[in-house]
């Protein structure tokens, strides 16, 4: 398994293809479509952290430096909900192949989004947590602020995480 920054054009292709398996099919979030993919509407601005076996993503995560985020609309003021910090990021649309779960793939690919992350000098990271996996981010260490956002099955939970805590908790385990 190969954890890294997507750049190839088959890797695109492949990342709205699990956009659209796991926030289509998995989680209710947005209409179905023929084409089978769906392009994030912050993809000009993501960075794409994926892992790959051979030529297929079986994971990924991205990150944006760039505000507005999409946590910005849902929560007016978001910044005042948070810890003090230096250089936000919000991170989203973390997503491992359902035949790939249970396996390291999250830690890995969230162990190099951290260390990416850090080397920009952020020093704090922004989710919407899915509400049917929010053990997994807690016991990650990321901290619940704020109401849930979303609505149906797709409620999401307002989280935050220090960088640093991220890849110590990585770099501990």
Do not use: W
Not at 47 to 68: E, F, Q, W
Not at 132 to 158: C, D, N, T, W
């Amino acid at each position: 398994m190969t954890i890294k920054i997507a750049c190839e054009p088959e890797e695109f292709t492949q990342i709205h293809q699990i956009n659209y398996r796991t926030f289509v099919k998995e989680i209710p979030q947005h209409k179905d479509n023929e084409q089978g993919m769906l392009i994030d509407r912050f993809h000009d601005k993501n960075t794409y952290v994926i892992a790959k076996r051979d030529n297929k993503v079986i994971g990924m995560v991205c990150y944006n430096l760039t505000r507005p985020f999409s946590l910005d609309e849902k929560l007016p003021d978001l910044d005042s909900c948070l810890p003090r910090f230096h250089k936000l990021a919000e991170i989203r649309l973390l997503s491992v192949l359902p035949e790939e779960r249970m396996t390291a793939i999250t830690f890995n690919l969230l162990r190099q989004l951290a260390s990416t992350l850090m080397s920009l000098g952020v020093d704090t990271g922004v989710i919407c947590g899915y509400q049917k996996q929010l053990p997994l981010y807690r016991h990650i260490g990321f901290i619940p602020f704020g109401p849930m956002v979303g609505s149906g099955e797709a409620l999401y939970q307002p989280m935050f995480i220090t960088l640093k805590e991220l890849f110590d908790g990585f770099r501990n385990n």
